[in-house]
């Protein structure tokens, strides 16, 4: 399997140059050049598998063999084996046609961790392997900066920087990230929003020079191998809820922000797994629920909300999703996304948007909505939802008639505490973050401007 790019000029390449490049050197974003689809009879030998050797089987499809297999599934136990669920990613059952896939268990305790903690694990790898320098430069909403940092904190041969928005991330994703004590481990506290974070985190590494000279490699969902990681559990979750139901075909409801975690699961129905429709649920920064809508991609007013890792209105995966619709036409992509530069908008319409309606559902939850389906559920159910998860929960009861749904629970609620406290609820909370309010934080404030990012940046590379 290689990889080649969006805008069509990367290409092709191996497995670990696309890794190691992340974001595409003419812009773009990297996607394998054949999407590998598998047989119903690899199905059904797949719903057998544990978690982990679904991993094994869904990423060998992928590594082009350029990982020795003993060396990849190491990797991929020692990835899981901070879970705190056997199963990994286990479902619940809410009510008849609604499942939740728990997807916290990690040791952050947000999805994140799922895709994160392995690629910890890989630039590990390639940092020993090859004898390199690596330094990982990402943007975080809250969830990913944490759940990186985890991944490769006090590791050899690699240094971690980390922006996030400066008071727009809760409490504890903002002590998850800045209470680590390695060296090697920089957080960056931004005047600004995730979005001029995730704007800086692109020009840096479309500077070809400044990449290389700077050895820096992404984290973010610009880069191939988390979606491909994040891939996984959507057909984990489907061979539970099918053996448990006898469904034959499972909506997914999934909160979204950057468009990478639906688009895992746009690739796992590419691959050929028999999902109906695929619910986007955003909270009040809705720009994708008006490009489903009405076929208009353009940002709105930036909005601060209970859901903070969702507040995005430009979203990076987007045109890998773009490439796909359009039927991997990459100029059209290139001409398209150049004119989103300079007039700030896409549209499209006729059978492309026909095929995006039929494939994707959209409900943009607002505030109020989004509590009450936590204060709902916790009545109910007696189930606790965080609030990415609720608007998951919320978008898939708008759709609710049409099928059996999952809807992605993406974080632990302990890590959103002043919106479940705004519920009047009161949870415990898990030991781990708890310890979190007692360790000292280390963190450096910056104005919203590149140049003074660049500055940090070169005196922690010294
Ligand atoms: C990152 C995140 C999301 C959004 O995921 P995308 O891949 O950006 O769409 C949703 N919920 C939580 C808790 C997150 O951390």
């Known amino acids: 399997m290689d990889y080649i790019s969006t805008r069509g000029n990367v290409g092709k390449i191996g497995f670990i140059d696309a890794f190691m490049m992340g974001l595409g050197n003419d812009g773009g974003l990297l996607v394998p050049s054949v999407i590998p689809v598998v047989s119903e009879e690899t199905l059904k030998q797949w719903r057998e598998l544990s978690y982990q050797e679904l991993v094994l089987a869904i990423f060998s499809l992928y590594t082009n063999g350029e990982i020795p297999e003993q060396d990849l599934k190491d990797m991929v136990y020692a990835s899981y084996s901070t879970f705190r669920d056997p199963e990994v990613t286990p479902v619940r059952k809410l009510k008849d046609d609604l499942y939740l896939l728990e997807l916290f268990h990690g040791p952050t305790f947000a999805f994140k961790d799922i895709a994160l903690q392995f ?47 400066h008071g727009k991330v809760s409490k504890v994703q903002e002590l998850q990230m800045t209470t ?97 429709k695929l619910i986007l649920a955003t909270n009040e920064n809705n720009i994708l629920e008006r490009f489903v809508l009405e076929g ?14 969702m507040d995005i209105q430009v979203a990076s995966n987007f045109e890998r999703y773009l490439y796909y619709v359009l ?45 009450t389906t936590i204060k709902a559920y916790h009545a109910s159910a007696g189930y606790l939802l965080d609030p990415h998860s609720a608007c998951g929960v919320a978008a898939a009861d708008k759709y609710s008639g049409e099928g059996m749904t999952v809807s992605l629970a993406t974080a632990h609620p302990a890590k959103f505490g002043e919106a479940i406290e705004l519920c009047g609820i009161e949870q415990p909370f898990p030991a781990q973050i708890s310890a979190l309010f007692e360790k000292p934080q280390r963190q450096t404030r910056v104005d919203g401007s590149l140049e003074a990012v660049v500055r940090e940046l070169e005196a922690f590379y010294q």
């Open 327 to 371: 039927g991997e036409d990459a100029a059209q992509v290139r001409a398209l996304m150049e004119q989103f530069k300079s007039e700030g908008r896409i549209v499209i319409s006729g059978d492309a948007l026909r095929k995006v309606q039929e494939e994707f559902g959209a409900h943009g939850v607002q505030g109020e909505e989004c509590l």
């Open 119 to 165: 690629m910890g694990q890989l630039y590990t790898y390639v940092a020993a392997k090859q004898n390199k320098k690596i330094h990982i430069l990402g943007a975080t909403s809250g969830d990913t900066g944490a759940s990186a940092i985890e991944g490769v904190k006090g590791k050899q041969g690699i240094k971690i920087c980390i922006l996030h928005p």
């Open 180 to 276: 680590v004590r390695e060296d090697n481990v920089l957080n960056l506290s931004v005047d600004g929003n995730f979005d001029d974070c995730q704007r800086m985190i692109k020009d840096l590494f479309a500077d070809l020079d400044f990449k290389a000279n700077h050895h820096l490699a992404a984290i973010n969902s610009i880069n191939f191998i988390r979606i491909m990681a994040q891939t996984v559990y959507y057909f984990y979750a489907y061979f539970q809820v099918a053996k448990q139901t006898g469904a034959r075909t499972v909506n997914f409801s999934v909160p979204t922000g950057n468009f990478g975690d639906i688009f895992a699961g746009y690739l796992a129905k590419r691959m050929g797994l028999p999902v109906g």
């Open 296 to 309: 208009v991609y353009k940002p709105g007013d930036f909005r601060t909300t209970y859901s903070p890792s």
